[in-house]
């Protein structure tokens, strides 16, 4: 498997225009995250989808942020407007089911979009 | 509510040296999961190890080892015989599942410590 894929790896923009990250999961896996990397606030959790559904957003920091998950095999991450301290790298990662409470859940990280905005 | 603290921002080790980088945790939750990744500069996440709050036995993968304390909430990870290609951030995440019983997938990370090999 190719691993969990994002696009674009970089990402330059000007304050106010919209941004569209996108994230391709492992096949099969059942839960996307979206995370953001700051130096400041370190890793946060923005949202996360089970089987194509959002579970919880409560990380998403304003209403310029939304995410969706057309199918199993995309999803994207939209800011719009952006600002300058939306900043940072994105990850998204996947990870299949599994149960409780002796097995684990790893979840495999994508590359990344290092998000700059100006 | 979980959180994760890493008190060392910064480590340095010489090469084939051992270290422990510490982590400690706080939940209520019933059980849990304990998880290190390591970001080297290239900026990718990749997952080192687990550890099960009912394992009864530390994780070990390779040189990778966690040192797990229940009692005191605490979930150190050891390299052994460092290398130069072990320098990178390095960050312990927990998962959690509330008395409820639903689970929750997400992972809370702490800040991270960067680790130096120096040769």
């Known amino acids: 498997d190719a691993g969990v894929i994002q696009s674009p790896r970089h990402e330059v923009t000007e304050m106010g225009q919209e941004v569209t990250l996108r994230c391709k999961p492992i096949?099969?896996?059942?839960?996307l995250f979206w995370y953001r990397q700051t130096m400041m606030r370190g890793l946060e959790l923005l949202i996360y989808f089970n089987n194509n559904v959002p579970i919880d957003d409560s990380g998403m920091p304003e209403d310029r942020f939304s995410a969706k998950m057309p199918n199993a095999s995309f999803s994207t991450l939209k800011i719009q407007p952006s600002e300058p301290r939306d900043s940072a790298v994105y990850f998204c990662?996947?990870?299949?089911?599994?149960?409780?409470?002796?097995?684990?859940?790893?979840?495999?990280f994508g590359p990344g979009t290092r998000l700059t905005v100006l | 509510a979980q959180k994760i603290t890493q008190t060392q921002p910064g480590m340095f080790v010489q090469e084939k040296e051992a270290v422990t980088l510490d982590c400690t945790y706080d939940?209520?939750?019933?059980?849990?999961?304990l998880f290190w990744y390591k970001q080297p500069s290239s900026g990718e996440m990749i997952f080192l190890i687990y550890q099960g709050s009912y394992d009864e036995q530390n994780a070990t993968e390779g040189r990778y080892s966690l040192n797990f304390q229940k009692a005191r909430k605490s979930a150190n990870l050891v390299i052994s015989a460092s290398q130069l290609g072990d320098s990178a951030m390095y960050f312990c995440?927990?998962?959690?599942?509330?008395?409820?019983?639903?689970?929750?997938?997400?992972?809370?990370f702490g800040k991270g410590t960067k680790l130096s090999v120096i040769p």
């Open positions: 939940t209520s939750d019933q059980s849990y999961g």
């Open positions: 990662a996947s990870s299949p089911i599994e149960g409780f409470p002796s097995s684990y859940n790893e979840q495999f």
């Open positions: 096949s099969g896996h059942d839960y």
């Open positions: 995440a927990m998962r959690g599942r509330p008395y409820s019983g639903a689970g929750s997938y997400q992972l809370t």
